[in-house]
C-alpha cells in the first residue's frame, strides 16, 4: 500500500507546479495591492491586501501540505502524511468562513461611513486582481477535483476573484456617481 502512495504522489503533489506558479502571483499582487491602496487610500484595496494575505498563507499551507504528503511513510505512520493535506483543507475551509464574516463586518461599518477613494486607480489594481485570479483559477482548475487541498487553494483564489470583482463595482460605482 505504501510503494502505490510513493510512485504516484498525492494528487495535490502531482499539481505543485501550478500551486507554486499561484502562490508566487498571489504574493506579488499582495504587493500591488499594498501599495495600490495605500496611495490610492482604499480602503477596500488594503482590506483585500489583508485578505490575499490570509490567501498567500492559506497556498503557503497547501504547499507545505504537500511536501509532507511526499514524504514516504514509516513503520509509525504507515499512511505517510497524506493526513497534513486534509489539515491544511481544513484549515484553508476554516480561514476563509472567518474571511466572509469580517468582510461582512466591515462592510457594515463602511456604509455608515463611507471614505473618499482615487477610484480610478483602484479600478487599475483591482482589474490586474482580476486577470491573475482569472489565471490562476485556471491553472488550478484539473487539480481542485483530485485533492481537497488542491480544492482549497482554488476555493481561495476563487474568493480572490469575487472580491475584484466586487472591488472594480465599488470602482465604478464611485466614478459614475460620487456615491463613496
Given at each position: ?23 508566487f ?16 487610500g ?23 501540505a ?40 466591515e ?6 461611513n ?17 486577470i ?8 488550478l ?12 487553494a ?27
Amino acid at each position: 500500500m505504501s510503494g502505490a502512495h510513493g510512485m504516484s504522489g498525492s494528487a495535490a503533489g502531482r499539481n505543485k507546479r501550478q500551486l507554486t506558479i499561484v502562490f508566487f502571483l498571489t504574493l506579488a499582487y499582495l504587493v500591488a495591492e499594498v501599495i495600490g491602496g495605500y496611495f490610492t487610500g482604499s480602503l477596500a484595496l488594503l482590506a483585500d491586501a489583508g485578505h490575499m494575505l490570509t490567501d498567500v498563507a492559506g497556498v503557503g499551507l497547501a504547499l507545505l501540505a504537500i511536501r509532507f504528503a511526499e514524504k514516504p511513510a514509516t513503520p509509525e505512520r504507515t499512511y505517510g502524511y497524506y493526513r497534513f493535506e486534509i489539515l491544511a483543507a481544513l484549515t484553508n475551509a476554516v480561514v476563509l468562513i472567518l474571511i466572509s464574516l469580517y468582510i461582512l463586518y466591515e462592510a457594515y461599518f463602511r456604509f455608515l461611513n463611507p471614505p473618499k477613494v482615487e477610484s480610478t486607480t483602484m479600478l487599475w489594481v483591482a482589474s490586474v486582481g482580476l486577470i491573475i485570479n482569472l489565471y490562476c483559477m485556471y491553472l488550478l482548475r484539473q487539480g481542485k477535483s483530485e485533492s481537497l487541498n488542491m480544492k482549497g487553494a482554488y476555493f481561495e483564489v476563487l474568493s480572490d476573484m469575487l472580491t475584484s470583482i466586487g472591488v472594480i463595482a465599488a470602482g465604478i460605482l464611485m466614478l459614475t456617481t460620487g456615491w463613496y
